[in-house]
C-alpha cells in the first residue's frame, strides 16, 4: 500500500505487511527516466555511427532482435559495435557512482576517484600486470587494479582522514598519492618491452576501442555486487554526509558504514578502470550535474550520477570518433578536454573555503 505523500514530490511506500519502506522522490524518478532515454539514444547513435552506418530504427530493431536491412546488421550490431557502447555506458555508470560517494563521504565537491588518486593505483596495478607480466590472463586485471585502488585508498585514509581534518587536506594528499602512482607507472612504462608498453599507453589514455562481450562479462559481478549495495547504504550516506557526531547520533555505525561506502567507490572506479583505462573526470563532473538536477540526498543523487557518467562517456566515445574521423580520439582524452576546465572552475569557486 501507499501512504499519503508527507512532502511535494514524494511519496513513502509500504509494500503489504513486509517491513521495508522506502522513500519514493517522484522528480528523481522522471529525471532517471528521461536521463535513461539520452544514454539510449546515445548508445544508438553510437552503434549507428561508422563507415557502415545504420539507421537509428534499424539499430533498436536489430538490438531487440528482430532482423532489419540486408542481413548484416546484426554481426555488425550485436558483434563489433554494440559491446563498445555497452562497456561505455556502464564504465560511465561505475565512476559516476563512485565519485558521488567520495563526494558524499569527504563533504568536499573535488574528490573524485581520478584526483585522489584511487585511479592512478588502480592503472599502476593494471600496467604492472601488462608490462612486467604479460602472460598473466586479461581476467585477472580487474582483480589487480581493485587492490592498487584500495591500497592508495587506505593510505588516503591513513594520512588524511581525522576527525576535523580540512577537506582541502585530503584533496592535497589525494594528489601527493596520485603523482606517486604516475610516476611508479612511468618507470614501468619506460623499462617495459616495446609491444606491452604499446598495450599499456593505449589502455593508460582511457579508450573503449575494441572492445568486445569479452570485456563486459567481467564487468558485470563487479557492478552486480556493488552498485545495489551502494543504493541500500544511501541513507547512511546522508547521515555521513552530516558528520560522524549527527551520524552516531541518528544510530549510524560510523567506521563499519564509512568502510563499505569505500570498499564500495574503490570497487567500482577500479573496475572500471581495469576495463577502459583512466577515464578522467567522470566521476568528477557527473556527481555536480546530478546534484544540481536531484539535489543532495543520495537516495535520487546515486543513480542520476550513474545515468549521467553513462551517458557523458558513451557521448564523449562518439565525439572522439566522429570528430576528426576517420581518426579516433580516445574518449578519455575528451572527458579530459571538457572535465580539466571544470574542475579549475571548481577550485576558482572554491579558492576561500
Not at 109 to 122: K, R, S, T
Amino acid at each position: 500500500m501507499m501512504r499519503a505523500p508527507r512532502a511535494r514530490g514524494r511519496a513513502t511506500f509500504r509494500p503489504g505487511r513486509v517491513p521495508v519502506s522506502f522513500r519514493l522522490d517522484l522528480r528523481a524518478v522522471v529525471l532517471l527516466v528521461l536521463l535513461g532515454l539520452v544514454a539510449l539514444a546515445g548508445v544508438v547513435s553510437s552503434v549507428g555511427y561508422g563507415e557502415y552506418p545504420i539507421a537509428p530504427l534499424d539499430v533498436m530493431r536489430t538490438m531487440i532482435g528482430i532482423e532489419a536491412g540486408d542481413g548484416n546488421y546484426s554481426f555488425i550490431v550485436n558483434t563489433l559495435r554494440l559491446p563498445r557502447a555497452l562497456v561505455a555506458l556502464l564504465v560511465g555508470a561505475a565512476l559516476g557512482i563512485s565519485g558521488a560517494i567520495l563526494q558524499g563521504l569527504t563533504r568536499n565537491p573535488l574528490a573524485a576517484p581520478d584526483i585522489v588518486g584511487i585511479n592512478a593505483g588502480a592503472g599502476l596495478a593494471a600496467v604492472t600486470l601488462i608490462v612486467a607480466l604479460p602472460s598473466v590472463p586479461a581476467a585477472l586485471i580487474p582483480p589487480a587494479a581493485f587492490a592498487g585502488a584500495l591500497v592508495v585508498a587506505v593510505l588516503l585514509y591513513a594520512l588524511a582522514w581525522r576527525g576535523n581534518s580540512s577537506p582541502i587536506r585530503l584533496i592535497l594528499i589525494g594528489v601527493g598519492l596520485s603523482a606517486i602512482a604516475s610516476a611508479l607507472t612511468t618507470v614501468m612504462i619506460v623499462t617495459g618491452e616495446i609491444f606491452e608498453v604499446s598495450r599499456a599507453l593505449i589502455w593508460l589514455t582511457g579508450s573503449v576501442y575494441g572492445r568486445t562481450w569479452e570485456q563486459i562479462w567481467p564487468l558485470l559481478p563487479w557492478l552486480a555486487l556493488f552498485v545495489p549495495l551502494a543504493l541500500l547504504r544511501s541513507r547512511h550516506l546522508n547521515a555521513l554526509n552530516l558528520g560522524d557526531e549527527v551520524a552516531r547520533g541518528l544510530g549510524v555505525r560510523v567506521e563499519l558504514e564509512r568502510g563499505l561506502l569505500i570498499l564500495t567507490s574503490v570497487a567500482l572506479a577500479a573496475s572500471a578502470v581495469a576495463t577502459a583505462g583512466t577515464l578522467a573526470f567522470v566521476g568528477l563532473i557527473a556527481p555536480h550535474i546530478a546534484r544540481l538536477l536531484v539535489g543532495p540526498s543520495h537516495g535520487g543523487l546515486l543513480p542520476t550520477s550513474a545515468m549521467i557518467g553513462g551517458a557523458l562517456v558513451v557521448l564523449a566515445d562518439l565525439v572522439g570518433r566522429a570528430a576528426f574521423a576517420p581518426i579516433e580520439i580516445p574518449c578519455g582524452i575528451v572527458t579530459a578536454a571538457v572535465g580539466a576546465p571544470y574542475f579549475l572552475y571548481l577550485l576558482y569557486r572554491g579558492r576561500n573555503t
